[in-house]
């Protein structure tokens, strides 16, 4: 078999010039069908955030996201990374048209019905007729960038709440990362861990926070080397020289720093989750056909079982104002649960397991009359 020739660097250009014409084009018949079946009305958002690169130039990124025509899902396309040197919001605005227009020859107005950006940059949303919609994401950034001193408000350029002991663990922190991304230092400090602690030390290595901007990539740093603490420890002890501190205060202060950013990551993400919930999964509760009651299913018990630890299937509740009870007829006519020695040991979901072991600690624990 013949090795395929390697493209030269003018092959290779007009072979990514001609895909990408073959995009434009793409773009202009799935956009054009769009716009005949809105009748009109603008229907897609635009996308728009800037961003720095590392030589300090700055850029200008563009994206937009519409229902597919044929109602197949939602089509989300960058159409433009373009560098700026003014980031006023009608600049940011005119910049957005004329790349759009220029690129597709559609009309932006007809085309965007609405757009959505940082709260920083909201104000651009003016400059194309549209009402003000920010991007939540960041919010949950703020508490975590706060509780690590790395967000500071200020009052007439004054700083009001700043934490600079927490500025200086991260810092202190991220050295210590970075420190074994070199040579062969992470092998040695592997090796030095594992010869103590064997197994304990756990072959990982250090989530670098590359990303400054995300609370996500700080909880990955503290997270991976809380891990690797005993091995860090004993590095330390080997090789003082390092430009880093390892002490019992400062794993202490990481782990209070790793737990506030494990839970403020997790609300970064809340934005952009869609809460329609998977048909593979069972509804918490469904109706009575004999009564106005809602009925208690596995995965409800369960979870109520995780939170509350004397609820069960037996049990009523009142949630929000409803009564959540279990027919008496199905009451009488429910079985025991299984025995440990008698329950299946395999091709069980989480909330019949669940729903076993909570009817087994409620039947200790309950003192409600069923």
Request: with cysteine; proline share 6%.
């Amino acid at each position: 078999m013949l090795d395929a020739p390697l493209l030269q660097r003018t092959q290779l250009s007009k072979g990514v010039r001609a895909e990408f014409e073959v995009f434009i084009k793409l773009v202009k018949l799935v956009g054009g069908e769009a716009l005949s079946k809105a009748m009109g009305n603008p229907f897609g958002q635009c996308i728009h955030d800037s961003g720095t690169l590392a030589n300090h130039v700055s850029y200008q990124a563009y994206g937009m996201q519409f229902v597919d025509p044929l109602w197949n899902g939602n089509v989300v396309i960058c159409f433009g990374l373009v560098r700026s040197s003014d980031g006023r919001n009608e600049k940011v605005a005119e910049l957005a048209v004329s790349t759009f227009e220029s690129r597709f020859g559609l009309s932006f107005a007809s085309f965007f019905g609405s757009s959505i950006a940082d709260r920083k940059a909201m104000g651009v949303a003016s400059f194309f007729g549209h009402d003000e919609e920010p991007c939540l994401m960041h919010d949950g950034d703020k508490p975590g960038a706060s509780a690590i001193g790395a967000l500071v408000r200020s009052k007439a350029k004054k700083p009001i709440n700043p934490f600079p002991e927490g500025a200086a663990l991260m810092h202190n922190m991220h050295k210590m990362g970075t420190h074994f991304s070199y040579s062969n230092r992470w092998s040695e400090l592997i090796t030095v861990g594992q010869s103590v602690y064997s197994d304990q030390v756990p072959s990982i290595r250090i989530a670098v926070d590359l990303n400054g901007t995300r609370v996500a990539a700080q909880q990955g740093l503290l997270y991976s080397e809380l891990r690797l603490s005993r091995a860090l420890t004993l590095y330390k002890a080997k090789e003082p020289q390092v430009k880093w501190e390892v002490s019992p205060y400062i794993w202490k202060q990481a782990t209070e720093f790793e737990g506030v950013l494990d839970v403020t990551k997790i609300t970064t993400k809340l934005a952009q989750c869609v809460p329609v919930p998977p048909r593979s999964r069972s509804p918490l509760v469904t109706h009575s056909s004999s009564s106005s009651h809602l009925l208690f299913t596995p995965a409800l018990t369960a979870a109520l079982h995780f939170y509350c630890g004397t609820t069960c299937s037996t049990c009523c509740l009142a949630v929000a104002g409803t009564r959540l009870c279990t027919p008496a007829a199905s009451r009488a006519s429910s079985k025991p649960p299984p025995s440990p020695s008698s329950a299946p040991t395999r091709s069980r979901s989480w909330t019949s397991t669940a729903s076993t072991l909570a009817a087994t600690s409620c039947a200790r624990r309950c003192r409600c009359s069923s």
